[in-house]
């Protein structure tokens, strides 16, 4: 009887590891004097002390891409989504008043290709960069018959730290303070359902469709990054006899 291997399988072990030697390199592009593991162990470390802070909080949040992915799917461009997934992990804690310290990725798909999971990291890389924080480790999982051929799934997983005092809940909130509201930057995560539906079923578009008014093509436009520089200049917290809380 022949022997039965992964590749069998369908699981190309020699493209994970090309994979995870890819993903170490971006990685370190992300490490700062906080860091205490390398890419690959069983789990990230990271130093937990925090002397600037009177009593720290942890704040952890995961979060995903959405129907983004399918954009990403039909144009072959993958290093937007990655970006964009640091993006909404680190809003999801800001809003408590968290910085991030650090986020762990979780990549599966049916056949690993080394490229795009690399072009996926790279955005993550970049989104870490971005905003002050590591990547600390992931996962990425070849599930062969899972998937479509050419699709996977992506999820975030992020870590900061506030201090308790400054933690915001909106308990302080009282009647009489200052509500300011923000502008969206963009379409997130559940927006790219209603964006696809519009774009593609009601217009009748395709990622190719040129769009004169933006000077580019449909996916091009949804897939743009909404990174850090494009957010609102930061507005300073205003008290008056009680508190004001901003609302993102």
Do not use: W
Not at 11 to 19: S, W
Not at 68 to 73: D, M, Q, R, S
Not at 80 to 85: A, K, R, S, Y
Not at 121 to 146: D, K, Q, S, Y
Request: include cysteine.
């Amino acid at each position: 009887m022949k022997p039965i291997s992964y590749s069998d399988a369908g699981v190309d072990i020699d493209a994970a590891t090309r994979a995870t030697d890819r993903i170490k390199e971006l990685a370190r592009t992300t490490f700062n004097q906080r860091t205490l593991s390398e890419i690959g162990s069983f789990g990230g470390m990271f130093d937990g002390t925090f002397p600037n802070l009177a009593s720290p909080v942890l704040v952890a949040s995961a979060d995903g891409v959405g129907t983004k992915l399918k954009i990403a799917f039909a144009t072959g461009v993958h290093n937007t989504v990655g970006e964009d997934l640091v993006n909404h992990c680190v809003n999801d804690i800001l809003v408590q008043g968290a910085r991030p310290l650090f986020f762990l990725d979780y990549i599966a798909t049916g056949k690993l290709s080394t490229e795009t999971v690399a072009s996926v990291i790279e955005g993550i890389t970049n989104g870490c960069r971005n905003n002050g924080c590591v990547l600390l480790g992931g996962e990425t999982a070849e599930m062969p018959g899972f998937y479509q051929d050419g699709e996977y799934d992506v999820a975030g997983f992020i870590v900061g730290v506030v201090d308790r005092e400054k933690i915001i809940d909106g308990k302080s909130i009282t009647v009489g303070d200052v509500l300011l509201a923000l502008p969206s930057i963009g379409l997130h995560t559940n927006g790219y359902s209603l964006a696809r539906k519009l774009f593609f079923e009601v217009a009748g578009y395709t990622s190719s469709t040129n769009l004169p008014e933006l000077q580019m093509t449909v996916g091009e436009a949804l897939l743009l990054s909404f990174t850090p520089r494009d957010c609102p200049t930061p507005i300073p917290t205003t008290r008056r006899s009680g508190s004001s809380t901003v609302i993102p």
